[in-house]
């Protein structure tokens, strides 16, 4: 039997190392070919990312710098942009919630091709979390790249 090819696939669970070949002879022996392997972010990826962001908030506050700066990601393959939207505001809160009790503040940096990528989508990252312990890091490469004059 073969399911021919498949342009791309996305798995919910680590393949580690360890499952890796076992994971790549499954393939093979169901005739799939791949263009792309996606790794779809589950609850646990996302939290590890926050508690990584937290881990650098602290840092920032016990070696006296003002903020810690993060670029935000994007949206994965099939995910609709409100779904990653969504996810995007309720981490944020939380990690600058983090940053107000640490007393640093969390900068965010736009860049092309991220969830966000101009100072727009920053406004809106502002305006949805609403936080005096939020603040930008103003990458001026980026800006220029989509055409902004800070």
Not at 85 to 93: A, D, F, G
Not at 97 to 105: D, I
């Amino acid at each position: 039997m073969s399911l021919g090819k498949a342009r791309r696939l996305e798995v919910q669970k680590d393949v580690g190392p360890g499952r890796r070949a076992e994971f790549e002879v499954r393939l093979r022996e169901l005739g799939v070919e791949l263009d792309i392997l996606q790794r779809r972010p589950d609850a646990h990826v996302r939290q590890g990312r926050v508690d990584y962001t937290t881990r650098a908030l602290q840092l920032a506050a016990e070696t006296g710098a003002p903020a810690a700066s993060i670029c935000v990601g994007k949206a994965h393959v099939g995910q609709k942009p409100e779904e990653a939207w969504k996810y995007l505001v309720e981490h944020t809160r939380l990690l600058v919630e983090s940053a107000r009790l640490l007393g640093v503040k969390l900068a965010i940096e736009y860049e092309p091709g991220l969830l966000i990528e101009d100072s727009q989508g920053l406004r809106r990252l502002f305006e949805d979390v609403d936080s005096p312990w939020l603040s930008a890091n103003l990458d001026l490469g980026h800006a220029d790249v989509v055409g902004e004059n800070p």
